[in-house]
């Protein structure tokens, strides 16, 4: 059995997943795990349907790109995926999706401030619009490393969709429906007109630092992958 066996399968069974809950559609979006102890990553192949997917359909690639297991092209976004295990050692899993909500927040530039408790726990202390770049360019996957240092789980990317990160795919997975909640309740607020509230800075101060703790265990690989 190949040793990438385990995070190919929890990668097909994350994409499934997030297909029947709306988050990713037919073949759009693409997720990675990174592979522990080497500098590689399994990731979702190229424009392939995910009801169809098994796990021999996934790719495991090294940091350079080059192909250490799999026979499908893998996904054109691979470079962006790379390039945030590059630049996080505490991102054990990366979702990028075109889920509705957070993609509206796209198109109108509006950035996600610290509107809950939940979100600031798990997302940071805000979801910030990363400026547009063409899919699958150099472009785009240098503006999102620039971004990504601020040690935030969530990202809108302009005119494109959302990038969540995790300590495992879990948890990716599980950003995906926090930040959708709060894209959702975001955009309702900015429909009344009316003034939107934010949590008070020292209870954000508070949950951030919670996340900021979990990062740190996860860079010493002494995050649990069940979560909490
Ligand atoms: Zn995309």
């Given at each position: 059995?190949?040793?990438?066996?385990l995070?190919?399968?929890?990668i097909?069974?994350?994409?499934?997943?997030?297909?029947?809950?709306g988050y990713?559609?037919?073949?759009?979006?693409n997720?990675?795990i990174?592979?522990?102890?080497?500098?590689?990553?399994?990731?979702?192949?190229?424009?392939?349907?995910?009801?169809?997917?098994?796990?021999?359909?996934?790719?495991?690639?090294?940091?350079?790109?080059?192909v250490?297991?799999?026979?499908?092209?893998?996904?054109?976004?691979?470079a962006?995926?790379?390039?945030?295990?590059?630049?996080?050692?505490?991102?054990?899993?990366?979702?990028?999706?075109?889920?509705?909500?957070?993609?509206?927040?796209?198109?109108?530039?509006?950035?996600?401030?610290?509107?809950?408790?939940?979100?600031?726990?798990?997302?940071?202390?805000?979801?910030?619009?990363?400026p547009?770049?063409?899919?699958?360019?150099?472009?785009?996957?240098?503006?999102?490393?620039?971004?990504?240092?601020?040690h935030?789980?969530?990202?809108?990317?302009?005119?494109?969709?959302?990038?969540?990160?995790?300590?495992?795919?879990?948890?990716?997975?599980?950003n995906?429906?926090?930040?959708?909640?709060?894209?959702?309740?975001?955009?309702?607020?900015?429909?009344?007109?009316?003034q939107?509230?934010?949590?008070?800075?020292?209870?954000r101060?508070?949950?951030?630092?919670?996340?900021?703790?979990?990062?740190?265990?996860?860079?010493?690989g002494?995050?649990?992958?069940?979560?909490?």
């Amino acid at each position: 059995m190949s040793p990438y066996q385990l995070p190919k399968q929890q990668i097909v069974e994350t994409a499934q997943s997030l297909v029947e809950k709306g988050y990713l559609m037919a073949t759009g979006g693409n997720l990675s795990i990174r592979i522990a102890g080497q500098n590689a990553f399994a990731v979702t192949p190229s424009n392939y349907d995910y009801g169809k997917m098994t796990p021999d359909d996934v790719c495991v690639l090294d940091f350079d790109l080059n192909v250490i297991e799999g026979a499908l092209k893998p996904s054109v976004e691979s470079a962006l995926h790379a390039g945030v295990y590059q630049t996080r050692a505490d991102v054990q899993a990366v979702v990028h999706t075109h889920q509705v909500y957070a993609s509206t927040l796209a198109l109108i530039n509006a950035p996600i401030p610290a509107l809950f408790d939940e979100q600031v726990r798990f997302l940071g202390r805000s979801v910030e619009i990363i400026p547009y770049a063409p899919s699958g360019t150099g472009f785009l996957k240098n503006a999102i490393v620039k971004h990504i240092k601020n040690h935030h789980n969530a990202y809108i990317l302009q005119n494109h969709g959302a990038l969540c990160f995790g300590h495992d795919v879990e948890r990716a997975a599980h950003n995906v429906e926090i930040l959708e909640k709060c894209a959702l309740a975001y955009l309702l607020a900015l429909c009344t007109e009316r003034q939107t509230s934010q949590i008070p800075l020292p209870i954000r101060e508070i949950a951030f630092a919670k996340l900021r703790k979990d990062q740190k265990k996860a860079e010493r690989g002494e995050m649990s992958t069940s979560g909490e």
